[in-house]
């Protein structure tokens, strides 16, 4: 007996075995279907008695096992049930002969056997035999059952009359000695009448019976027979027997106990269910009164034989063992088997029963100890698949007391001798099956998610090296996926744990594997159902945030205000709360402010690093999106060994609107393609990872006529797509052509130009910008591909003048103030002012010379396409930078009264600040030719300006500004109205620049005030025409002069009476005026004028004559009498411009005479 | 003396083990991941009102054919294992123990290292150096 029955436990000491052979041909799962059947019949309960019959079926049994039958008779084949397929009444004679055959080799044994026919039909068939069966198929067998409980039957009736034959040897009889067969040479020679040896022969068949009546449900007989036989065997020293008998002992103890039996179902015994039932049903059955009080009488025992009548031995202790000590019988009978080397199989198979009662009494320890004895048991020369079925069944052992390394470590060395170098063909599936059970036992999921908790805590070295076996195994079973997967788990949880050597080694065997098979994202499903998840390799490279990126400023789109849907958080009805609530789930769902478009390539930026000493090719990087159609366009990326954080951008094109959600990114490293989802990462900082797509904008491009400008503007704090920079003087103007294309999928449908100055505190005079939309707008829908062109006019005007200066030269300047009309604008100019005042000076220069920027932000808002309907819009700005240089400008401004009342010289000191010549010009002027850095007064003779004339600001406005603005305004629009006017420009010819220069900035309230034409309109009209300073009316000597003044009232409130007197006198021309005129000029009527109230935009005229009485050149002077002197301060004097009047008085015609 | 000595965090994960034959560390990581099944048997057999009784010396878990391997575990359920030689005869179970204890010690120092973080691999050079004074003499 060399093979053991790992599978055995106590209670088996009570079954009968039967084995069940096929005989002939049977086809294999026919044959199991039938023994299936037969092996549901595991307990018979027989008539007549209350007892069960318990019965183990093999379909393999030993011969040489059976040997041992006398020494436990559970292991006898008392029974066999052959099964056979007979297809003709022909080859029935043969089918018996098989029959017969096998049936004599475990003849002796045998107490019945029986013969199942499967396809036999006729005659043969129909004959009624008791040990044969007869069935048409393997189909229609219904009373299969129903024949094995019966062949059981006979069985029990064979066993209990064995049991009461031997029971009842009286002590006279002749006992025969029992024996192992390894025994049997040793007792060759042996005096069979000494008294030690039939106290051998009789302990030994006391055991023996006692076995029998386990068999045959005698459980107290057995125990006392038992009990009998250790008292006989110890006092002989047969310890083999001994220990046999003690361990009956403990079988009949453990069954007494336990009646839900020890094997558990992790033994997997075949009866299980039938048994387990049978066994629940039987177990009040067990306690049958009157066994329970049969006792041991020691006394009983005679000394030469056995009292057939254990009736008799009712009466002293009880012979079950206690619990406890069944270990320690289960011990001593060990360490008898212990003794004989040939009975290694039965003390290992004690072994396990033993740890099998340990299990169930939850006594791991002394369990192990059990085991580790085990273990050590050498049955000699083992086979590999015995040695793997031992170490298996270690495994299973420990397992079962709860030691699951110790399992673990069992299962893995079976799982290496099934492919030891010993064995022809290595059972590579076996031992990746074995080794795939070891992985709890060293607490390893072949999940990957169980490790994203955090650091790796556990068996490193162990794991590590489990994890290689599981590869090396898979792949010598032909199945590099599964090498690759595990190889991928092993990079993927034990990073960290590998030395640099070791990473290089893995990484070079993956991409081995994944040349053969590329690893993938399906779950692996093996053929015993375990299934392998995907791995995704979310540590090569580790990610450490990923972020998503808002568009180019340029195609960023907007939502139209109106349109502002209220997207203010409806979470919660407060508008504030200092209640943040902050969980990072929710920040990973968080939606993004900003919107992508559909079509649009959108960018998501992650921070990734190479944990590797080696350089990490990552092929196929792109993004894991859901909600949206989004097209991934993967980027490969090469990571230097160790590198430190570096930034990846993986973009993408979102086909469809709506919400996108970043999911994750899918990576290909050596070979195997990996889905790491974000929420598998907590490591992975991220602020939020969905945004709002929206439908398709068109796109337009933008190029300029200038060249771009590198630097950004500024004083703008926007991003801006793009922006052109251009050197000025100031007052040039300059044509900037924008070109707008349309490089999108979509029709430009709307498209709008504002255009925004940036803060600046320079006075910007005129419009600095300005287009005309209408032609681009009329081009409209701009179809892909078109483009429309703008042309923006630059006109940069400043003011460059020092302001401070300015003004104090002008209150210097007297003269103009006062305004004599007699000063001629040539005097003025020849004046020494430049000279006592040089402009020269050193500093004033160079502040002049500063080149001053001006900055601009043009925004094109344009909207086309689905977008458009959803209301959203794209800006595209373009800044424009312009430095302006000074050109020319106005150092001082000052004005004369002209000889007409309604006109005045307006005097400039222009100043070219430039290095280059410079020619100034304006409206009906001369050119002034300056040189660089020259100044020059110039005289420009203009009409006063009426400004009345001016829009007035909306009244609703007024109310609204403030009134120092209002007057700003004013002033501004006066300012430009003159500068309009008086249309100055220079040119530089050597550069061919030319520009306007603008006087607005020089012009102060003063200035303006003399610029303006009086509220008072006064017109004389002297003899029909009307007269002015420079013009000189003439009339005859002797004829009377009609003199006509005559007032129009443009003020606001009414004025007068005036009294106007009109004075007559004689400029010599050298500054001598002569009044004394009585005798040459006479009035007709009086020289005075009464103007009585003038209501405004009224007028009032008055007459008069004068009557010349001499030739000559005579001026009149009318001057003002203000006849209401108490409200005189209401009229400035400066609005009583009355023109003097010149009149050359001819001679008269000869014939009127003198 | 001893050829392997380990310590073994509450949730059963190595903090520290060392070993003197280099060649064949792993089959100490196999011997000492085995034995932490007795010793959670041992634990769990001394009731849970005992608890604060529990002598934290477990004495030897389990020999296999070359090595003996000895067990403690500390009130946090640290446990300490140490592997001796089997043929080294002269070892008695008062070495043992006193070897435990040193052990001990020198843990408890580790931890009060501020800048320890329990859970943590150990590295600290005190316990290394105490841990090659109990090992020599093996090889």
């Not at chain 1, 349109?563 to 508008?575: Q, V």
């Not at chain 1, 469809?656 to 900082?685: K, M, Q, W």
């Not at chain 1, 999928?745 to 600095?768: A, P, R």
């Not at chain 2, 090595?67 to 080294?88: A, H, W």
Request: charged share 20%; glycine share 6%; proline share 5%.
């Amino acid at each position: 007996m060399s093979i053991p029955d790992y599978m055995q436990c106590a209670e088996d000491h009570q079954t009968v075995l039967v084995v069940v052979q096929p005989v002939g041909i049977v086809p294999e799962d026919e044959f199991f279907r039938i023994y299936k059947r037969i092996a549901s019949v595991a307990q018979v309960s027989i008539r007549d008695s209350q007892r069960n019959l318990y019965i183990r079926y093999r379909h393999h049994y030993l011969p040489e096992n059976n040997e041992w039958g006398d020494f436990q008779t559970h292991r006898k084949v008392v029974g066999l049930i052959s099964v056979t397929t007979c297809g003709s009444a022909k080859e029935w004679p043969q089918t018996s002969d098989r029959f017969h055959s096998q049936k004599d080799v475990f003849g002796a044994t045998l107490y019945d056997s029986r013969l199942l026919v499967f396809g036999l039909q006729g005659e043969i068939a129909e004959q009624q035999r008791t040990d044969v069966a007869f069935y048409s198929s393997y189909d229609v067998c219904p009373d299969v059952e129903k024949r094995v409980e019966d062949f059981v039957e006979s069985i029990f009736i064979v066993l209990e009359s064995k049991r009461l034959d031997r029971a009842t040897d009286k002590s006279g009889d002749k006992i025969p000695l029992l024996c192992v067969p390894f025994e049997k040479k040793d007792f060759v020679g042996l005096d069979t009448d000494s008294r030690h040896y039939k106290k051998r022969c009789q302990g030994r068949m006391r055991k023996h019976v006692g076995d029998l009546c386990l068999q045959a449900g005698m459980l107290q007989d057995a125990l006392v027979h038992y009990h009998m036989a250790v008292e006989l065997l110890r006092s002989v020293n047969d310890f083999l027997w001994l220990g046999a008998a003690l361990e009956g002992l403990c079988s009949a103890s453990v069954i007494f106990h336990y009646p839900g039996g020890t094997a558990g179902k992790a033994a997997g015994r075949k009866p299980s269910l039938a048994q387990g039932q049978g066994q629940a049903a039987d177990a009040g059955k067990r306690h049958r009164p009157g066994a329970q009080e049969v006792l041991i009488d020691p006394g009983a025992l005679t000394a030469n034989g056995i009292s057939a009548d254990t009736s008799s031995e009712i009466g002293r202790a009880k012979n079950c063992l206690r619990p406890e000590d069944i270990i320690e019988k289960y011990k001593e009978a060990i360490s008898y088997y212990g003794k004989y080397k040939n009975a290694g199989v039965i003390e290992l198979e004690a072994c396990v029963k033993a740890v099998r009662v340990l299990a169930i009494q939850k006594r791991a320890m002394e369990a192990s100890e059990f085991l580790q004895n085990a273990v050590y048991i050498n049955l000699g020369q083992l086979s590999e698949e015995e040695k793997i079925q031992r170490y298996s069944i270690l495994s299973e052992l420990y397992d079962l007391i709860g030691f699951h390394r110790k399992s673990a470590f069992f299962k893995r060395v079976a799982a290496m001798q099934c492919v030891a170098p010993t064995i022809p063909e290595p059972g590579w599936r076996a031992c990746y099956k074995l080794l795939l059970e070891t992985l709890p036992g060293y607490s390893l999921c072949l999940d990957p998610k169980d490790f994203s908790k955090g650091t790796h805590r556990g068996w490193a070295a162990v794991q590590v090296r489990l994890l290689h076996e599981l590869v090396y195994a898979s792949r010598r079973m032909g199945n590099p996926g599964l090498s690759v997967r595990h190889l991928s788990f092993l990079l993927q949880t034990m990073l960290d744990l590998l030395s640099d050597q070791e990473k290089k080694e893995v990484t070079q065997s993956l991409e081995n594997y994944t040349s053969k098979c590329p690893g993938g994202m399906e779950v692996i499903t093996l053929p015993d159902g375990l299934k392998l998840p995907p791995v995704p390799l979310s540590k090569l490279p580790i990610v450490r945030s990923v972020k998503l990126l808002d568009l180019p400023v340029s195609l960023r789109p907007h939502k139209q205000k109106g349109l502002l849907e209220n997207n203010m958080s409806t979470k919660s009805p407060f508008i504030y709360s200092p209640i943040i609530m902050h969980t990072r789930g929710e920040e990973r769902n968080k939606k993004i402010e900003f919107r992508w478009v559909q079509g649009d390539v959108c960018e998501v930026q992650l921070m990734v690093y190479n944990p590797m000493p080696f350089e990490l090719r990552v092929e196929h990087m792109g993004l894991l999106t859901s909600g949206v159609e989004f097209e991934s366009l993967p980027a490969g990326l090469s990571l230097p060994a160790e590198s430190g954080l570096y930034p990846v951008t993986l973009v993408g094109v979102p086909r469809t609107a709506g919400n996108i959600n970043v999911n994750g990114y899918h990576t290909s490293v050596f070979g195997v393609t990996s889905d790491c989802l974000l929420e598998g990462l907590p490591s992975v900082r991220t602020s939020g990872c969905m945004v709002e797509v929206i439908p398709s904008l068109p796109r337009l491009q933008l190029s300029t006529s200038l060249p771009r400008s590198a630097h950004p503007l500024q004083h703008s704090k926007e991003e801006l797509s793009s922006s052109v920079s251009v050197q000025l003087f100031n007052g040039e103007t300059q044509q900037l052509t924008i070109t707008l294309e349309n490089i999108g999928s979509e029709d430009l449908e709307t498209l709008e130009v504002t255009s925004k100055t940036c803060n600046t505190k320079e006075k910007l005079f005129g419009e600095f910008l300005s287009w005309d939309l209408e032609e681009a707008v009329s081009q409209l829908p701009l179809k892909p591909g078109q483009s429309v062109t703008l042309t923006v006019n630059i006109k940069v005007r400043l003011d460059f003048s020092g302001g401070e200066n300015l003004l104090q030269d002008l209150n210097d300047d007297g003269i103009s103030v006062t305004g004599l009309p007699s000063s001629s604008p040539l005097r003025q100019v020849l004046k020494p002012r430049a000279e006592t005042k040089p402009l020269g000076s050193e500093s004033s220069k160079t502040d002049y010379n500063h080149v001053k920027t001006l900055e601009a932000v043009m925004t094109f808002k344009y909207s086309g396409g689905a977008g458009k309907v959803e209301g959203y819009y794209r800006d595209l700005t373009l800044g424009v930078h312009v430095d302006v240089e000074p050109s020319v400008f106005f150092t001082r401004v000052s004005t004369l009264p002209a000889t007409r009342t309604r006109q005045c010289h307006l005097l400039l000191d222009v100043f070219n600040s430039t290095e280059h010549e410079l020619t100034v010009s304006a409206n009906n002027n001369q050119d002034l030719v300056l040189h660089a850095s020259e100044c020059q007064r110039m005289a420009i003779q203009v009409a006063k300006f009426d400004f009345d004339t001016l829009p007035q600001p909306d009244q609703e406005a007024v109310r609204y500004t403030n009134p120092k603005l209002l007057e700003e305004e004013r002033l501004h629009t006066q300012a430009s109205m003159i500068n309009s006017t008086l249309g100055i420009t220079w040119n530089i010819p050597s550069v061919r620049r030319q520009g306007e220069a603008s006087v607005e900035g020089v012009l102060n309230q003063l200035v303006l005030e003399h610029l303006q034409l009086a509220p008072l309109q006064w017109d004389v009209v002297v003899n029909g025409k009307p007269c002015d300073c420079d013009i000189i009316a003439d009339c005859k000597v002797g004829d009377a002069v009609p003199l006509e003044v005559k007032l129009t009232n443009r003020s606001k409130n009414a004025v007068g009476p005036f009294a106007l007197t009109v004075v007559p006198f004689q400029d010599y021309q050298n500054g001598v005026k002569n009044y004394d005129l009585q005798d040459a000029v006479t009035f007709i009527g009086s020289n005075t004028f009464n103007i009585d109230t003038v209501n405004p935009t009224e007028d009032s005229v008055c007459m008069g004559a004068l009557l010349f009485l001499y030739t000559g050149d005579f001026y009149l002077n009318i001057k003002f009498q203000d006849d209401n002197a108490g409200q005189g301060n209401e009229v400035p004097p400066s609005w009583f411009g009355l023109p003097s009047i010149h009149i050359k008085a001819l001679e008269a015609p000869i014939e009127a005479g003198a | 003396m001893a050829v392997c000595i380990a310590v073994i965090a509450k949730e059963n994960y190595p903090l520290y083990i060392r070993s003197v034959p280099i060649q064949n560390e792993l089959k100490f990581h196999y011997t000492v991941h085995t034995s932490l099944d007795v010793v959670e048997e041992k634990i769990s057999a001394v009731g849970k009102a005992m608890a604060d009784q529990r002598e934290l010396y477990l004495g030897l878990l389990y020999p296999t054919e070359d090595y003996k391997v000895y067990g403690y575990v500390t009130n946090s359920k640290v446990k300490f294992v140490i592997v001796v030689d089997s043929s080294n005869t002269s070892l008695r179970d008062n070495e043992i123990r006193s070897m435990f204890r040193k052990l001990h010690n020198s843990f408890t120092d580790v931890m009060c290292n501020p800048f320890y973080n329990p859970g943590d691999t150990i590295q600290s050079k005190a316990f290394d150096s105490m841990v090659t004074a109990m090992m020599v003499q093996a090889s």
